[in-house]
């Protein structure tokens, strides 16, 4: 199973396993990563599953489809690594994903 780190506002990090084909939100949801609130469930439809994926993976994950850069709008200090991790699907390829939350949440 591929890992992800998320790393909090106070630099704590927690890794845990994430399940392919699910997404990164659905992994911290499972995992009680504090952090993420995912108001909607993972339907794009509220930015507080927001988080900053790591330089070192931006190319691996990619860029924001065009609704999901809407969503972003509303979303607490959006930088251009910030995504919505239920927009990320968890793939083979990003074990060792390293993503921060932001201090707080829309």
Same mark, same amino acid.
């Given at each position: %199973?591929?890992?992800?780190?998320?790393?909090? #506002?106070? &630099?704590?990090?927690?890794?845990?396993?994430?399940?392919?084909?699910?997404?990164? %939100?659905?992994? @911290?949801?499972?995992?009680?990563?504090?952090?993420? $609130?995912?108001? *909607?469930?993972?339907? *794009?439809?509220?930015?507080? *599953?927001?988080?900053?994926?790591?330089?070192?993976?931006?190319? #691996?994950?990619?860029?924001? $489809?065009? %609704?999901?850069?809407?969503?972003? &709008?509303? @979303?607490? &200090?959006?930088?251009?690594?910030?995504? =919505?991790? *239920?927009?990320?699907?968890?793939?083979? $390829?990003?074990?060792? =994903?390293?993503?921060?939350?932001?201090?707080?949440?829309?």
């Amino acid at each position: %199973m591929p890992k992800i780190t998320f790393i909090d #506002a106070d &630099d704590i990090a927690r890794t845990v396993e994430a399940e392919v084909g699910a997404t990164v %939100m659905e992994t @911290a949801i499972r995992n009680g990563v504090p952090g993420i $609130e995912a108001e *909607c469930g993972g339907a *794009c439809a509220c930015a507080t *599953c927001h988080v900053y994926v790591d330089e070192a993976w931006r190319e #691996a994950v990619g860029e924001p $489809e065009p %609704m999901e850069e809407d969503m972003l &709008d509303f @979303a607490f &200090d959006v930088r251009p690594s910030s995504r =919505l991790s *239920c927009q990320i699907r968890v793939r083979p $390829e990003l074990d060792g =994903l390293v993503v921060r939350t932001p201090e707080r949440q829309g």
